[in-house]
């Protein structure tokens, strides 16, 4: 379990431990190609040379990007370009000793000079923990008008040039067999299951974050394009301030040359978000991400049905999603009470005789069932 810190402003329990993402390494074929692609993305860049580029978002994450032989690590399952190393955040010291020492338990740990615990997951995924001071980002989207209900008069919406993403919400990876990653994720780093995509995969959040989900572990053995049954990156999402933020990103990345999205704009009904996914030179896809739920330990996780979770609407319908889906979403199993049988009602209804529902029930044409009443 991840360890209490008091309460938030709602007066809930404020239970910490890994706070985000707070560093991603990409294995990349071309770097000159991809950083002109995530500058034009909207990644602030911090700094380039002709090993690396690094670019570092407003709330304190960084991404950086390698050519692929100088991004990975020995030992590693991962195959293909994309990320190759994440790095999760902590808060202090605290937090950061205690998750080492439940890593040493169950795989090999190293403590770079810089202080960064490093180890492998159980997908053989280059991973880590780093203390991370994170940034609190403030949105001001623009109030939305409906139907007798204005919140905003003689006000334009944001005029903006193009996308500026600020948070790394999640990254995306096919697994062999979602179920026990998350199952060692939750074992030892204390993530919390937010939703179960029923045959495609599963959605986990660290504790120290509202994020639906930080990572999500998707089904290798699908049969779509890119699958192949082997541990590969997938996507990463950026978060933006709005949909607006998403379109607008969308078309100027369009204006410079880049490939469309073969989705288009989206809301997945899993975690109600609007999505964006560019396809990326650098490996798999960049995501424009906004508006997601956000959620914390008193959340109840679902199992859904799996084109039924995945969007409410789509601009550009795929072959597989294209007939509408049932409506099946239901709690996930040991999410919720069990069901037992109740001792005390019987198992079969049996016709009661005339003396069996005496006093069982107030009789309307009995006094004491009018007490209190007038007259």
């Given at each position: 379990?991840?360890?209490?810190e008091?309460?938030?402003?709602?007066?809930?329990a404020?239970?910490s431990?890994i706070?985000?993402?707070?560093?991603i390494?990409?294995?990349v074929e071309?770097?000159?190609?991809c950083?002109?692609?995530?500058?034009?993305?909207?990644?602030?860049?911090?700094?380039?040379?002709?090993e690396?580029?690094?670019f570092?978002?407003e709330?304190g994450s960084?991404?950086i990007?390698?050519?692929?032989?100088?991004?990975?690590?020995?030992g590693?399952?991962?195959v293909?370009?994309?990320?190759?190393?994440?790095?999760?955040?902590?808060?202090?010291?605290?937090?950061?000793?205690?998750?080492v020492?439940?890593l040493e338990a169950?795989?090999t740990v190293?403590?770079?000079?810089?202080?960064?615990?490093?180890?492998?997951d159980?997908?053989?995924?280059?991973?880590?923990l780093r203390?991370?001071?994170?940034?609190?980002?403030?949105g001001?989207p623009?109030?939305?008008n409906?139907?007798?209900n204005?919140?905003?008069i003689?006000?334009h919406?944001?005029?903006?040039?193009?996308?500026?993403p600020?948070?790394?919400?999640?990254?995306?990876f096919?697994?062999?067999n979602?179920?026990?990653?998350w199952?060692w994720?939750r074992?030892?780093?204390d993530?919390?299951?937010?939703?179960?995509q029923?045959?495609?995969?599963i959605?986990?959040?660290?504790?120290?974050?509202?994020?639906?989900?930080n990572?999500?572990?998707?089904?290798?053995?699908l049969?779509?394009?890119g699958l192949?049954?082997?541990?590969?990156?997938?996507?990463?999402?950026?978060?933006?301030?709005?949909?607006?933020e998403?379109?607008?990103?969308?078309?100027y990345m369009?204006?410079r040359?880049w490939?469309k999205?073969?989705?288009?704009?989206?809301?997945?009904?899993?975690a109600?978000?609007?999505?964006?996914?560019?396809?990326?030179?650098?490996g798999?896809?960049?995501?424009?991400?906004?508006?997601?739920?956000?959620?914390?330990?008193?959340w109840?996780p679902?199992?859904?049905?799996?084109?039924?979770?995945?969007?409410s609407f789509m601009?550009?319908?795929?072959p597989?999603?294209?007939?509408?889906?049932?409506?099946?979403?239901?709690?996930?199993l040991?999410?919720t009470?069990?069901?037992k049988?109740n001792?005390?009602?019987?198992?079969?209804?049996?016709?009661?005789?005339?003396?069996?529902?005496?006093?069982?029930?107030?009789?309307?044409t009995?006094?004491?069932?009018?007490?209190g009443?007038a007259?």
């Amino acid at each position: 379990m991840g360890i209490v810190e008091g309460t938030n402003k709602h007066g809930r329990a404020v239970v910490s431990g890994i706070n985000g993402v707070e560093t991603i390494v990409y294995g990349v074929e071309d770097l000159a190609l991809c950083v002109r692609y995530f500058t034009d993305f909207g990644l602030p860049l911090s700094s380039q040379s002709a090993e690396e580029a690094v670019f570092e978002l407003e709330e304190g994450s960084t991404v950086i990007v390698r050519p692929l032989d100088a991004a990975t690590v020995d030992g590693q399952k991962l195959v293909g370009f994309g990320v190759q190393q994440v790095i999760w955040g902590v808060p202090d010291r605290k937090h950061f000793d205690r998750l080492v020492r439940k890593l040493e338990a169950v795989t090999t740990v190293t403590i770079d000079a810089d202080g960064t615990a490093r180890f492998l997951d159980c997908d053989g995924i280059a991973s880590g923990l780093r203390i991370y001071n994170k940034r609190t980002i403030w949105g001001a989207p623009d109030p939305v008008n409906s139907y007798g209900n204005v919140n905003r008069i003689n006000t334009h919406r944001k005029w903006r040039l193009r996308a500026n993403p600020k948070t790394i919400q999640h990254v995306v990876f096919a697994v062999p067999n979602p179920e026990a990653s998350w199952n060692w994720y939750r074992d030892n780093l204390d993530f919390r299951l937010s939703d179960i995509q029923e045959g495609f995969g599963i959605f986990a959040r660290a504790p120290g974050t509202g994020d639906h989900h930080n990572l999500y572990w998707l089904n290798a053995h699908l049969p779509f394009p890119g699958l192949d049954g082997q541990t590969r990156f997938n996507h990463t999402n950026f978060g933006v301030e709005d949909l607006d933020e998403c379109m607008v990103g969308a078309n100027y990345m369009e204006r410079r040359g880049w490939p469309k999205s073969i989705w288009g704009l989206g809301r997945h009904r899993i975690a109600s978000s609007v999505f964006l996914y560019l396809p990326c030179p650098a490996g798999g896809d960049a995501e424009y991400g906004a508006d997601s739920d956000v959620l914390d330990d008193s959340w109840v996780p679902r199992t859904w049905n799996a084109q039924f979770g995945t969007m409410s609407f789509m601009h550009n319908l795929q072959p597989w999603i294209f007939d509408e889906a049932p409506w099946v979403v239901n709690y996930a199993l040991g999410s919720t009470p069990a069901v037992k049988p109740n001792r005390h009602q019987p198992q079969k209804v049996v016709e009661a005789g005339p003396g069996d529902t005496e006093g069982a029930l107030p009789n309307p044409t009995h006094k004491e069932a009018h007490v209190g009443e007038a007259g």
